[in-house]
Nanobody
């Protein structure tokens, strides 16, 4: 079992920045990859960014956030981060941390462990 807790969401003006954190606990040694997803009202859940937890720190982003968002990790602290810069109103969503303990599937396919979500609201 892996438990995930997100923090760092809030209200920010367009062009501003936020840094999300996801603290993992439990069987963190079993994690292959960590991902961030987001879901806006009335829209489907969307993959945002991913990073390998073990065996290096390879990253992957959807095109809409490349150059603006950066995912990183601190294995010693069992924490993954999402630095979000140049925020746009369309980034408004609940952001969820996700852990993959199988190594199967693609970057856009989530693992089974989810955090509770943190709200990010970007005003125009």
């Amino acid at each position: 079992q892996v438990q995930l807790v997100e923090s760092g969401g809030g209200l920010v003006q367009a062009g501003g920045s936020l840094r999300l954190s996801c603290a993992a606990s439990g069987r963190t040694f079993s994690i292959y990859n960590m991902r961030w997803f987001r879901q806006a009202p009335g829209k489907e859940r969307e993959f945002v960014a991913g990073v390998t937890w073990s065996g290096g720190s390879r990253t992957y982003y959807i095109d809409s956030v490349k150059g603006r968002f950066a995912i990183s990790k601190d294995n010693a602290k069992n924490t993954v981060y999402l630095q979000m810069n140049s925020l746009k109103p369309e980034d408004t969503a609940v952001y969820y941390c996700n852990a993959d303990t199988t190594g199967w599937g693609s970057w856009t396919k989530p693992g089974v462990f989810w955090g509770q979500g943190t709200q990010v609201t970007v005003s125009s």
